[in-house]
């Protein structure tokens, strides 16, 4: 291991101890427990300052920890996560052009299965169709994870499915508030858009090697730096957002619901997302992203692919599995 690795585990093993404490603890007693010199340890507390951990120091009394920085190192989403296996591998950037492209990276290197993608910022963030993600700093989660399932490619749409209805769970448990999903990936409180969904595969043929799940949430987005047609968790909820524990809850839920996945297909995970969904039941336009096709009629339901289905006018019903959808009425 090198010296910058040994470092960030003294870091990360500091704050934990100091985190459990709650309260003044000795120098003497931290550099014992943990084994490391006094002065390795003022060295640390000095980094640890310098990246925003407020570490009070008194004489005769020792460091207390005060706060933690609002930024999702590897550290703080690792501290008491409740996951067996998403999110034991992390790789954290403050900047970055897209977590997609380094969730594939290290996909194509064998990177575990979990292994998670985050950001502060990212200048290139993609959505679907090829639209951009605006992605400022600190204000949002932006992440991609890998997951190496054992499906076709056709079941690769149930994953999105999947992902949407899990950041609902998350986000109603962690903040109380409910959001809405419009087909296939967009997240909506209210009609505005609160985040997004993009799965992406690497497979061959009908194999999937692995896929990637980016998810796009806006968290702590002021109304000045929002679209007309989007908003954030903060405005809706009038208080700053923890994104730490958001983010843990959203890998949570992931893991639970992948799990239900794996152990009874994807029934009950359509099942959730009809709850969740404000598309089935209305007069939807799908407009196909190569420009080409339109369709029009009531949305009636979700197939088991993650495709919708739409009855026209006709009474004729057709599957669609990509688009872009506009809510009639
Ligand atoms: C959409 O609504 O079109 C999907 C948006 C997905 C955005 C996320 S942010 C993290 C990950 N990295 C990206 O470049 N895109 C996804």
């Not at 340890?41 to 009394?61: F, N, Q, T």
């Not at 200048?123 to 932006?142: A, E, Q, V």
């Not at 992902?163 to 109603?172: D, G, L, N, P, Y």
Request: hydrophobic share 40%.
């Amino acid at each position: 291991m090198d010296k910058n690795t040994t470092g960030i585990l003294m870091q990360k093993r500091i704050i934990e101890f100091l985190k459990k404490r709650q309260e003044y603890v000795s120098g003497e007693e931290i550099s014992k427990q943990l084994g490391i010199s006094r002065q390795g340890l003022w060295k640390h507390i000095h980094e640890l300052k310098s990246i925003g951990y407020d570490i009070i120091a008194v004489p005769h009394r020792g460091y207390r920890l005060l706060s933690c920085p609002d930024r999702l190192f590897p550290s703080e989403v690792s501290y008491q996560l409740k996951t067996k296996f998403l999110g034991k591998k992390i790789y954290y950037f403050d900047n970055l052009p897209s977590t997609m492209d380094i969730a594939f990276e290290v996909g194509i290197k064998g990177a575990p299965e979990g292994t998670l993608v985050l950001a502060e910022v990212q200048t290139k963030g993609r959505g679907r169709l090829g639209r951009n993600w605006f992605s400022p700093k600190y204000k949002g989660i932006y992440l991609s994870l890998l997951l190496r399932p054992k499906i076709l490619t056709n079941q690769t749409p149930v994953f999105t499915l999947l992902s949407a209805v899990s950041v609902c769970e998350a986000v109603k448990e962690q903040i109380g508030l409910d959001i809405q999903i419009k087909w296939p990936n967009d997240l909506l409180i209210d009609n505005k858009k609160l985040g997004g969904i993009l799965t992406e595969l690497n497979a061959e043929m009908d194999e999937v090697h692995f896929l990637v799940i980016g998810i796009g949430l806006n968290v702590n987005n002021e109304r000045k730096s929002l679209l007309e047609y989007a908003t954030s968790l903060k405005e809706e909820k009038h208080e700053q957002i923890n994104r730490i524990e958001l983010l843990k809850e959203i890998l949570r839920k992931i893991e639970e619901n992948y799990l239900i996945f794996q152990k009874f297909g994807a029934y009950p995970i359509l099942e959730k997302w009809r709850d969740y969904n404000i598309t089935l039941g209305r007069r939807v336009k799908i407009l196909s992203h190569k420009g080409g096709l339109e369709i029009e009629g009531e949305a009636v339901d979700i197939d088991i692919d993650g495709g919708i289905l739409v009855r026209n006018d006709l009474g004729l019903i057709q599957k669609v599995t990509a688009g872009d959808v506009v809510h009639c009425r």
